[in-house]
């Protein structure tokens, strides 16, 4: 239970603001631009600030705003936050930067505190088109180390390396096995060739094809690892009394939480030992309480997926199984549109489109609008996006406005 302290402190940030506007770029159409051909022109493909900016006049179409109606602006990805408010034509009033549960957080404070009302979250990275690497000697582009995944002692090269290891010490304590993990990319790839903006729509995968997949660090498969593709997002968060003579019923941003998991980071022991199990906990101590909710109360639910195993972790962290059990739990369909706790349900990372935890904010809003045909979770009105990566976690829970 929260600490009451904890609920002052979030409580007046309830419902304080609403998601009225959200645009992406045409991923399948992005993808298709070849490694190292990145262009500023055509449908497909683009720097990272013409994909941005892409995204951004789709946010603004859907949410039947004026570019002169946006008063704040935070800036994810790549992207130079002076450069891309000149290319919008933008003088915010308040600014900030980060990915998009932060964004989304930080959206919040800066209208609960008088700042701003209408504030553009963007991000856009031509990633795949400028050859960006996320392992190997010339990750991120062989600058740096980033302690949680290329730590030189231990020989870490990559990001999967460390989930790899993670998910071999599931198994290991838990016996979870690669047969029950397939269920996760089965079930994004169903969803999505129900969405018609993802990358891998063609068909649907089996158990068999995961389990014919090579493995790229045993025991993860190919299937295992996320896309990367170009691509641009944006949000618009309005104060909430504001939002109710937009274009579409608003989506209330209800409970959030953050945690973060730093000490001893470089010894990868919050990681491998406690599956960030400890920041899950006082994150739900946060964002449950403040939204009014309880995990009984989530209809769609989304998590980061650079790695198939995240959703194994954060569900057994956030409660919705015991720890140890989320191999079981995602069996039999329970975690696909029709199920019990329908996950990722545009497809994801591993199969929508990787856009560090953007897509899935585009999703959960469209989910909880409604008329997603196929895919639309019926009755859906709580969602809830749940973030563990680089020592964060964090989780968002949206509501159906009034």
């Known amino acids: 239970m929260a600490a009451q302290a904890d609920l002052d402190r979030l409580w007046p940030l309830k419902d304080v603001a609403a998601i009225v506007g959200v645009g992406e770029t045409d991923y399948a159409a992005d993808y298709r631009t070849a490694r190292g051909e990145a262009t500023a022109t055509g449908s497909g493909g683009g720097d990272s600030y013409v994909l941005a900016a892409r995204a951004f006049r789709r946010a603004l179409d859907d949410a039947g705003l004026e570019k002169g109606d946006i008063d704040g602006l935070c800036v994810g990805g790549p992207l130079a936050h002076e450069r891309i408010a000149e290319l919008l034509g ?3 009033r308040w600014s900030s930067g980060g990915d998009a549960p932060r964004s989304v957080i930080d959206a919040v404070q800066a209208i609960q505190a008088g700042l ?32 949680y995944v290329y730590y030189a002692p231990w020989g870490l090269t990559s990001q999967g390396a460390l989930y790899a290891l993670m998910f071999k010490r599931h198994q290991l304590v838990y016996g979870t096995t690669e047969e029950q993990l397939a269920a996760i990319p089965v079930a994004l790839r169903k969803h999505a060739t129900l969405n018609p903006n993802a990358i891998m729509r063609e068909r649907p995968m089996t158990t068999e094809d995961y389990l014919n997949a090579r493995y ?6 190919l299937f295992d690892y996320c896309l990367v593709n170009d691509g641009g997002v944006a949000l618009i968060v309005q104060r909430a009394d504001l939002a109710r003579e937009r274009r579409h019923e608003p989506v209330l941003v209800s409970g959030f939480g953050w945690s973060e998991l730093s000490v001893d980071a470089t010894q990868l022991r919050p990681r491998i030992k406690d599956f960030y199990f400890p920041a899950h906990h006082d994150v739900v101590a946060q964002v449950y309480p403040m939204a009014g909710v309880t995990q009984d109360d989530i209809d769609v639910y989304a998590t980061y997926d650079s790695f198939s195993v995240h959703l194994l972790f954060t569900l057994e962290g956030f409660g919705f199984c015991g720890e140890g059990e989320s191999g079981a739990f995602i069996q039999d369909g329970r975690i696909e549109v029709g199920g019990e706790l329908p996950c990722n349900t545009s497809g994801g990372m591993l199969s929508e489109s990787y856009m560090q935890s953007w897509n899935q904010q585009v999703e959960l809003v469209r989910q909880l609008r409604g008329g997603l045909g196929d895919r639309q979770v019926e009755g859906a009105e709580v969602a809830q996006y749940a973030h563990d990566v680089a020592g964060k976690c964090m989780s968002l829970i949206y509501t159906k406005g009034g």
């Not at 031509?126 to 190997?136: C, E, F, K, L, P």
């Not at 790229?216 to 498969?221: F, N, Q, T, Y």
């Open 216 to 221: 790229i660090v045993e025991p993860l498969r």
């Open 116 to 147: 701003c009302t209408t504030v553009a979250c963007v991000y856009g990275n031509a990633q795949r088109s400028a050859n960006v690497q996320y392992g190997g000697p010339q990750a991120m582009g062989g600058g740096g180390i980033l302690s």
């Open 90 to 92: 933008l003088n915010p």
